[in-house]
């Protein structure tokens, strides 16, 4: 009897083991395909064509190696992970911990403009809250025009589901390198948080100092404001792309810049003047902003001298153009109004300046007799004869296109004019 009960318990706990070990099994080799193929459903209900090579069970939930995603929208865009850790929530993704990856976008505005839009319309995430990298590389094309492109390395970065996926970040880069047509610029720094009401960019210029944003774009409440703030600095530490300001690679002029500008948009439902780019009968934003540009030692125009610059004004307009109100110029000697417009986004400036007179006398002293160029003939007569030996006046008029898409159309035009003449006595 006692042999029987012996018998049977042990055919219990024999058929418990093997159901035990057949749920381990199914654990080690289903539910690693379950998670795959979870992944795949959800990538492609937002759009994106996800595959996976092959997972595996961890400790600590699933991992997955050689993915690579596509964006059904964004044509050419790639992103491509060696390995992505997964965090479950039974059988769905709560978060995801991606290793190597490697991101490639073609078409920058493209695809920001895309995943703008997509934002918070698409699926609620499901189960999954976070997503984070490390020692990211991105290749971006196009950020600016045909003729840009970025490099940007050591990227890390957490997003959030707040509800939607994406609608808190905290990213930031180590190194950012790029060109603008033929012009290289950086290496940068750059720290992006964003929640789903604001949006915060810092870029850190200068290398020496790291942790000092000399570029703040912020966006929240309807406004998106713009600061720029450089303190007098070589132009070279701060990695700017100088040949598309017309400078050469031995130039490394001093510069200084305050600027700030601030974009409005109108309430919902607001009507008005629209501008090119908004809906028909829709007010458009409206923006304004103020610049103090100062540059020492920079060679402008034909004149081999370097010249001091300052160029100064406030903006106003409707949509993507803005005037310029109240604008100052002074280059070398010369100094006079500013007049033109900023248009669009990225911005295409087009500025035009006018001298008020100045007596000639003033071309053989001071700045200008330093500035032989600038002179002339006549100034460097009145620098060895003397002031009193020049009469009448002499005037500098320019213009200025400088457009961040087309760096190519980029040019400076400077016309000096001068009525002067000289006597000896």
Do not use: Y
Not at 67 to 80: Q, Y
Not at 134 to 159: I, K, M, P, Q
Request: net charge neutral.
């Amino acid at each position: 009897m006692a042999t029987k009960s012996r018998s049977r318990l042990g055919s219990r706990f024999g058929i418990a083991l093997a159901i035990v070990a057949l749920g381990l099994v199914t654990l080690f080799f289903v539910l690693p395909e379950i998670v795959r193929r979870r992944a795949i459903s959800d990538a492609a209900a937002r759009g994106i064509q996800l595959t996976v090579a092959k997972a595996r069970l961890s400790l600590l939930g699933v991992r997955l190696f050689g993915l690579e995603a596509r964006h059904e929208k964004i044509p050419g865009a790639v992103a491509k992970a060696e390995e992505a850790n997964v965090d479950l929530a039974g059988f769905s993704a709560a978060a995801i911990h991606l290793h190597g990856l490697d991101v490639t976008v073609p078409d920058l505005l493209v695809a920001a403009n895309e995943l703008e839009s997509a934002r918070g319309a698409g699926p609620a995430g499901g189960d999954l809250r976070r997503v984070t990298f490390a020692n990211a590389l991105v290749h971006l094309a196009r950020f600016a025009g045909a003729s840009t492109s970025l490099e940007v390395e050591g990227v890390s970065g957490e997003l959030l589901s707040t509800p939607a996926l994406g609608d808190e970040a905290h990213l930031g880069a180590e190194k950012i390198t790029g060109s603008l047509g033929a012009s290289p610029f950086g290496p940068w720094r750059t720290t992006f948080d964003r929640t789903r009401d604001t949006m915060t960019l810092r870029v850190m210029l200068d290398p020496s100092k790291p942790q000092v944003p000399q570029v703040i774009l912020a966006r929240g409440a309807g406004k998106e404001n713009l600061d720029v703030k450089i303190p007098r600095t070589h132009l070279k530490s701060l990695g700017l792309p100088f040949s598309a300001f017309g400078l050469t690679a031995e130039d490394d002029p001093e510069i200084e810049v305050d600027a700030s500008a601030l974009t409005t948009s109108p309430a919902p439902g607001t009507s008005g003047a629209s501008a090119p780019s908004a809906a028909p009968g829709t007010a458009a934003p409206e923006t304004e902003g103020a610049l103090v540009f100062q540059s020492w030692g920079v060679h402008v125009g034909r004149f081999s001298s370097a010249l001091d610059v300052k160029i100064g004004g406030k903006w106003k307009g409707q949509g993507d153009r803005a005037s310029i109100q109240d604008g100052i110029v002074a280059v070398g000697p010369f100094g006079g109004t500013l007049g033109g417009t900023v248009r669009g986004i990225p911005p295409r400036l087009d500025f035009t300046f006018e001298s008020t007179p100045i007596p000639c006398t003033e071309l053989g002293s001071g700045t200008a007799a330093s500035q032989p160029n600038l002179a002339g003939p006549l100034g460097l007569l009145g620098s060895v004869l003397g002031n009193k030996a020049l009469t009448g006046t002499a005037t500098l008029t320019g213009a200025l296109v400088f457009d961040l898409a087309n760096p190519a159309e980029n040019r400076l035009t400077l016309k000096p004019s001068a009525d002067c003449s000289f006597t000896l006595r």
